[in-house]
């Protein structure tokens, strides 16, 4: 499966930006999709998922009630609704699935085999 993520761009402190992770060559069913994130010089972290066939979300405690993760199952692509972003969520977004993956590890990176390109967030003060 081929994952391709899109939607990065440049926007200022406050601002909103959606997020897409489009999957080719296998349909996102029986699997989660998350987002990580990696800013310059630090490790790659976790910032949502989403259990595709039941629906289920976790999100890291920086992003709640500002991004929400949902999936468009006809077009097989999962979304990351970013609001009220701030200059600490500037980074390379990656967006990854895991067949199989169950709830107790959707913030695993080691619970992901396929991984996007990554899209790059810089949100200016």
């Known amino acids: 499966v081929q994952l391709q993520a899109s939607g990065g761009g440049l926007v200022q402190a406050g601002g909103s930006l959606r997020l897409a992770c489009a999957a080719s060559g296998r349909t996102f069913s029986n699997s989660a999709v998350g987002w990580f994130r990696q800013a310059p010089g630090k490790e790659r972290e976790f910032v949502a998922a989403?259990?595709?066939?039941?629906?289920?979300?976790v999100y890291t405690d920086s992003v709640k009630g500002r991004f929400t993760i949902f999936r468009d199952n006809a077009k097989n692509t999962v979304y990351l609704q970013m609001n009220s972003l701030k200059p600490e969520d500037t980074a390379v977004y990656y967006c990854a699935a895991g067949y199989g993956t169950t709830l107790s590890m959707m913030r695993q990176i080691r619970a992901y085999d396929y991984w996007g390109q990554g899209t790059l967030v810089t949100v200016s003060s």
């Open positions: 989403i259990r595709w066939s039941f629906g289920n979300t």
